[in-house]
Nanobody
Framework: QVQLVESGGGLVQAGGSLRLSCARS????????MGWFRQAPGKEREFLAT????????YYADSVRGRFTISRDNAKNTLYLQMNSLKSEDTAVYYC????????????????WGQGTQVAVSS
């Protein structure tokens, strides 16, 4: 059983920052890769970033590269997404996800999902 629980969302002004967290539990062998996605109303779920849990390698979507940083804390078994220079178009529900292979970057390749946390950016 894998459980992913996001936290850290909220309302922030444009130009501000937020850090999202995702506490994970369960069988580590199926959580080789961890990722962050988001979904805005009326839009498809969008890949943002992924990290290889054991090796630390990362990939980013062009839309967030340089503004968002994915990281993990092995001791706390927690995934993070540091979001800087937030824009109104970053408003969405943010999800963390886990997959058993690396590298993976599509919704279909991730097997486990959190419940999501809302981020709203006011302009």
């Amino acid at each position: 059983q894998v459980q992913l629980v996001e936290s850290g969302g909220g309302l922030v002004q444009a130009g501000g920052s937020l850090r999202l967290s995702c506490a994970r539990s369960g069988r580590s062998s199926v959580m080789t890769a961890m990722g962050w996605f988001r979904q805005a109303p009326g839009k498809e779920r969008e890949f943002l970033a992924t990290i290889w849990w054991s090796g630390g390698g990362t990939y980013y979507a062009d839309s967030v590269r340089g503004r968002f940083t994915i990281s993990r804390d092995n001791a706390k078994n927690t995934l993070y997404l540091q979001m800087n220079s937030l824009k109104s178009e970053d408003t969405a529900v943010y999800y963390c996800a886990a997959g058993s292979r690396w590298p993976i970057m599509t919704v279909a390749e991730f097997n486990y999902w959190g419940q999501g946390t809302q981020v709203a950016v006011s302009s």
